[in-house]
């Protein structure tokens, strides 16, 4: 296993000291290829990292999902190389019994995302453990990126920017939403993006009101305001940016949200640096809107984070206790949202950096004609 790996594993297992836990049972899918470098997508079967604090990690896997070559190690071998033991049931077995032998008393941490059926299972099985979500512990170390992981975020927002201009200059009267989203697939394909991040918004007209508008079969039509919310995965690691433009000729208010927009977005990475709060980022961005006539329509917070999924923990909303450090990746994406009518939404990733931040995104942000 990779030196990073194993950093990441022991600031896990400071984690628990720090909180009392005695061991941590991690199960989502992107938290153990953060920790291992392994991908496995179990479904219904029951596997999990188990991170203990004074006993070495151990896999506890159906055996119909291998680990890589030279993973398998034994608890002796684990304690010696610092890498997770691999325990392995096949179908018929209790896997849950098996993990119930395993784990040490006290405070046991369980990731957000462990269907409810194995921990009640483990909760009869073991009534001397008390349970809490154990997830912050992981969420907080994605929330800061290495020099890898920033590598791979440039990587995946440059293809977008790549993308954008692409499906800007392609689409045209007659087109439908979903054939946009199909022609987005094959150009990340092109790009050499895995593929999207998350499924594309495409929104024609009065469905960019709504910021979660799913590609339908709506033509696009002269004249139009045209939504575009969309992301590629690159080496695990996934990007998003929005930019409104339009076909035809825009009607005055149309230009003047979209300046609103625009300005509130470019306001708001303005102040990204170590030490900023978060909370401040949302009111500033949203203030301007309020101060431009439109504040009941921004109805969303400004930013969320990003990772190696395309909406991690951590929001750049008015309630978010966070503060800015260096490495952090999120989202700054204001919208006004006229229902009936249309809606703008102009959205960046910004990289906080020693001194401020990098913007990662580089396609026009301008409401442009297509």
Request: aromatic share 8%; hydrophobic share 35%.
């Given at each position: 296993m990779k030196d990073i790996y194993k950093k990441r594993m022991a600031a896990v297992r400071e984690g628990l000291a720090a909180g009392g836990l005695s061991s941590l049972i991690i199960s989502e899918t992107a938290a153990l290829f953060y920790l291992t470098g392994e991908i496995i997508h179990p479904g219904e079967r029951l596997t999990v990292l188990v991170i203990r604090k004074a006993d070495p990690a151990f896999w506890l896997r159906n055996r119909l999902f291998p680990l890589k070559a030279g993973m398998g190690l034994s608890?002796?071998?684990?304690?010696?190389?610092?890498?997770?033991?691999?325990?392995?049931?096949?179908?018929?077995?209790d896997g849950i019994a098996l993990l119930s032998s395993l784990l040490p008393g006290g405070k046991t941490g369980v990731d957000k995302t462990w269907p409810s059926h194995f921990l009640l299972s483990l909760m009869n099985l073991r009534k001397d453990l008390s349970f809490t979500n154990g997830s912050p512990l992981v969420d907080r170390l994605r929330a800061v990126k290495d020099e890898e992981e920033i590598k791979a975020m440039r990587l995946a927002s440059l293809i977008n920017d790549r993308a954008m201009e692409r499906i800007s200059h392609w689409i045209h009267v007659g087109v439908t939403e979903k054939e946009c989203a199909d022609k987005l697939l094959s150009i990340y394909k092109e790009e050499g993006a895995e593929g999207f991040s998350f499924p594309p918004i495409v929104s024609f007209g009065a469905h960019g009101a709504d910021p979660h508008h799913m590609p339908d079969d709506t033509k696009l039509s002269e004249n139009e305001v045209v939504l575009f919310d969309m992301g590629c995965r690159k080496d695990h690691y996934c990007s998003d940016m929005t930019r409104t433009f339009f076909t035809g000729t825009p009607t005055e208010e149309q230009k003047r949200v979209h300046d609103l927009v625009r300005e509130a977005g470019e306001l708001a990475e303005s102040l990204v640096r170590p030490g900023m709060a978060l909370s401040?980022?949302?009111?500033?961005?949203?203030?301007?809107?309020?101060?431009?006539?439109?504040?009941?329509?921004?109805?969303h917070r400004l930013g969320h984070f990003i990772?190696?999924?395309?909406?991690?923990e951590g929001e750049v909303s008015a309630s978010s206790p966070l503060i800015a450090q260096p490495g952090m990746i999120f989202s700054i994406e204001p919208?006004?949202?006229?229902?009936?009518?249309?809606?703008?939404?102009?959205?960046?990733?910004?990289?906080?950096?020693?001194?401020?931040?990098?913007?990662?995104?580089?396609?026009?942000?301008?409401?442009?004609?297509?």
């Open positions: 608890m002796e071998d684990a304690a010696a190389t610092g890498n997770p033991a691999d325990i392995s049931f096949a179908d018929g077995e401040d980022l949302d009111r500033a961005a949203r203030k301007h809107i309020e101060d431009g006539g439109y504040g009941p329509f921004f109805t990772g190696l999924k395309e909406h991690e919208g006004i949202y006229l229902e009936g009518r249309f809606g703008v939404r102009v959205e960046d990733l910004v990289l906080v950096t020693d001194k401020g931040c990098e913007v990662l995104n580089h396609a026009p942000r301008s409401w442009r004609i297509s």
